[in-house]
T-cell receptor
Framework: GAGVSQSPRYKVAKRGQDVALRCDPI?????LFWYQQALGQGPEFLTY????????KSGLPSDRFFAERPEGSVSTLKIQRTQQEDSAVYLC?????????????FGPGTRLTVT | GNSVTQMEGPVTLSEEAFLTINCTYT??????LFWYVQYPGEGLQLLLK?????DKGSNKGFEATYRKETTSFHLEKGSVQVSDSAVYFC????????????FGKGITLSVRP
């Protein structure tokens, strides 16, 4: 079946622009996660949804970052007034349910470059 | 907070060599432990996992044992292949419904023929 998809795969934004990154999780997966991966580093947690409820946003680096999942399926990560330090790969993952025993399936990521 | 420490890389080995990649963690409670792999040009995928102390995860010839006494989850393979060249990430998730992953920095493995 289809895996997690993300779009766009690559995004170049001028400093100060707003961007929106989309994630389509595996159908039926309850849990959805966003991670940020800087060059040469491991992914870092941004936020977590269970269905449409955003249960943890402790990893969002500033109030310029906003995520939503209004119908419990597709999710969008929005970054307002982008800064150079926002340049990274943004990964989305979904899992069947919450809990550490369920595998998270990752999308290919969106590489954001802020110039 | 939770953290994962991986040995520094990169690692270069000859085909059929023995592989060990060290991973230690800091966490409260009883986390689940994972190894993820990222092949060139592909997304992150789960390689193996262990959910409680003394469990051994295994897949594709790779193994790792959850050692609570040493807070470690070292990855091993007896005979690496060129196709194992990739970036390997150790990760943990805490107990509870929010299974967010905490990753190590990753290590690049290159296997030469």
């Amino acid at each position: 079946g289809a895996g997690v998809s993300q779009s766009p795969r690559y995004k170049v934004a001028k400093r100060g622009q707003d961007v929106a990154l989309r994630c389509d999780p595996i159908s039926g997966h309850v849990s959805l996660f966003w991670y940020q991966q800087a060059l040469g580093q491991g992914p870092e947690f941004l936020t977590y949804f269970q269905n449409e409820a955003q249960l943890d946003k402790s990893g969002l680096p500033s109030d310029r970052f906003f995520a939503e999942r209004p119908e419990g399926s597709v999710s969008t990560l929005k970054i307002q007034r982008t800064q150079q330090e926002d340049s990274a790969v943004y990964l989305c993952a979904s899992s069947l349910e919450g809990g550490g025993t369920y595998e998270q399936y990752f999308g290919p990521g969106t590489r954001l470059t802020v110039t | 907070g939770n953290s994962v420490t991986q040995m520094e890389g990169p690692v270069t080995l000859s085909e059929e060599a023995f592989l060990t990649i060290n991973c230690t963690y800091t966490a409260t409670g009883y986390p689940s432990l994972f190894w993820y792999v990222q092949y060139p040009g592909e997304g992150l995928q789960l390689l193996l996992k262990a959910t409680k102390a003394d469990d051994k995860g295994s897949n594709k010839g790779f193994e790792a044992t959850y050692r609570k006494e040493t807070t470690s989850f070292h990855l091993e393979k007896g005979s690496v292949q060129v196709s194992d060249s990739a970036v390997y990430f150790c990760a943990l998730s805490a107990t509870g419904a929010n299974s967010k992953l905490t990753f190590g920095k990753g290590i690049t493995l290159s296997v030469r023929p």
